[in-house]
């Protein structure tokens, strides 16, 4: 048995069946949606190379996220974007994203690992949490995956629209190349507000 299934037997042990994990991406940029995903894999599936998605370069997170989309026994993804971080903050935003991210499965889990240490409201669904998820759940690392890629996809699409911050390059981070852009042109209109106090007083 792999490392990264130790958790998912824990659960397999007490009666769980149905094992999804949840992750999320984009909870620190100054810009762009907060994205997180919800995935169950087959029990025990072996994919070659899976891993928290900040280990893995750009090219192989995006071979393994077509592994898990067409292995997975079902996966969900959403994006919550820049106006409703803003409106009720970056926690509640991610909730809100891993929340529609579980509602999307086509069959419901009977419990959901999520990557942290703050517990989102699935309603009929436990939940367990697990601090660096991502490392130690194989799928938690998928779900972190799927968020990852789905959303440097879409901020490579806005880089496209916005070619003067460099949003291909950072994906909204704070880069100092992203805080110079902001200097020059000021916001665009998918940087979240309520993260650029310090430079607008916003």
């Not at 996966?75 to 903050?89: C, F, L, P, R, S």
């Amino acid at each position: 048995m792999s490392e990264l299934w130790k958790y998912e037997h824990a659960a397999f042990a007490k009666g769980y069946d149905l094992i999804c994990g949840v992750d999320e991406a984009g909870r620190g940029p100054l810009a762009g949606p907060v994205c997180a995903a919800a995935v169950i894999l087959p029990r025990d599936l072996e994919i070659e190379g899976l891993n928290d998605s900040k280990k893995l370069s750009d090219k192989r997170r995006r071979a393994l996220y077509d592994v898990i989309a067409e292995q997975s026994v079902a996966y969900g993804v959403a994006m919550v974007d820049e106006k409703t971080i803003d409106e009720i903050n970056i926690l509640q935003a991610t909730f809100l994203a891993m929340r529609l991210a579980v509602e999307q499965l086509s069959v419901q889990p009977s419990l959901a690992l999520v990557d942290g240490n703050r517990e989102p409201d699935f309603g009929d669904v436990p939940v367990q949490t697990i601090i660096k998820g991502d490392a130690l759940s194989a799928n938690i690392a998928a779900a972190s995956i799927l968020a990852k890629v789905t959303r440097d996809r879409f901020m490579e699409e806005q880089d496209a629209i916005w070619p003067q911050y460099g949003f291909a390059i950072h994906k909204g981070y704070g880069t100092q190349a992203h805080y110079a852009a902001l200097r020059e042109f000021g916001p665009c209109p998918i940087h979240r507000l309520t993260f650029l106090k310090k430079l607008y007083g916003a």
